[in-house]
């Protein structure tokens, strides 16, 4: 959906500024939304780590400034090293570094664990800290490569999440998968994005080709 230019510029009289303001508009939260909370990882929450293959990373820098970054590996790969505390493994990426930076000045980080197939999700809240410690870091090997950093992840908050996104968006639903085609490749994108697209179809193929070639090379 894409909003028209004319919404896009919001009436000052319809925006939110306080959190009573905001609640009026919604029913009490229940008492189990608030008691589902916890402050560890219990068996369940452990479980659920335990196969997932995805989890997104959610930072901020020192200003504020708000990041979400993917991680995937096969599931299991986000260590739970005890009830309080995980250890996620960083594989080699494009070299930003923005979830890192983010967490050398602000280490509260936000997570979100997905498993393919199930609508439900586990969110798990707490503080990050960044390690090169060979003990954690040898026993996270693909291939014989171990990562050059863990995230370990000091837990506050636990809680699963209910399934109505996951349903309202039919996520799993093979019907709802786009066909490939349907959006450029990525290398097209970014090069449109950057000024610095090929002039040929052949030109670009071969881009999209020795990038997943890439991917191969330098996945772990």
């Known amino acids: 959906m894409?909003?028209?230019?004319?919404?896009?510029?919001?009436?000052d009289d319809y925006v939110i500024r306080d959190e009573p303001q905001l609640r009026r508009l919604f029913h009490d939260v229940t008492s189990l939304a608030e008691e589902k909370v916890l402050g560890?990882?219990?068996?369940?929450a452990r479980a659920f780590i335990e196969r997932s293959p995805f989890v997104?990373?959610?930072?901020q820098d020192a200003a504020g400034n708000a990041d979400v970054s993917p991680r995937g590996d096969p599931p299991g790969f986000v260590c739970v090293l005890d009830a309080h505390t995980l250890a996620i493994p960083d594989r080699p990426g494009n070299n930003r570094l923005d979830s890192l930076?983010?967490?050398l000045s602000n280490p509260a980080v936000g997570l979100l664990f997905i498993i393919p197939g199930s609508d439900d999700t586990l969110r798990v809240n707490g503080h990050a800290r960044i390690t090169?410690?060979?003990?954690?870091l040898e026993p996270m090997a693909i291939k014989g490569r171990s990562p050059k950093l863990a995230l370990v992840v000091d837990v506050t908050e636990v809680?699963?999440?209910?399934?109505?996104?996951?349903?309202?968006?039919?996520l799993w639903d093979p019907a709802e998968q786009i066909h490939k085609g349907e959006l450029p490749s990525l290398s097209k994108m970014i090069r449109d994005q950057t000024g610095a697209a090929?002039?040929?179809?052949?030109?670009?193929?071969?881009?999209?080709e020795d990038l997943e070639r890439e991917y191969d090379r330098t996945m772990y």
Do not use: W, Y
Request: overall charge negative; aromatic content about 4%.
């Open 2 to 11: 894409t909003t028209s230019g004319s919404l896009s510029r919001l009436d």
């Open 132 to 136: 090169t410690a060979p003990d954690l």
């Open 198 to 208: 090929p002039t040929s179809e052949a030109e670009m193929q071969r881009i999209d």
């Open 56 to 59: 997104c990373i959610g930072t």
């Open 40 to 44: 560890e990882l219990d068996v369940h």
């Open 101 to 103: 930076t983010n967490i």
């Open 159 to 170: 809680f699963l999440h209910c399934a109505k996104a996951f349903k309202r968006s039919r």
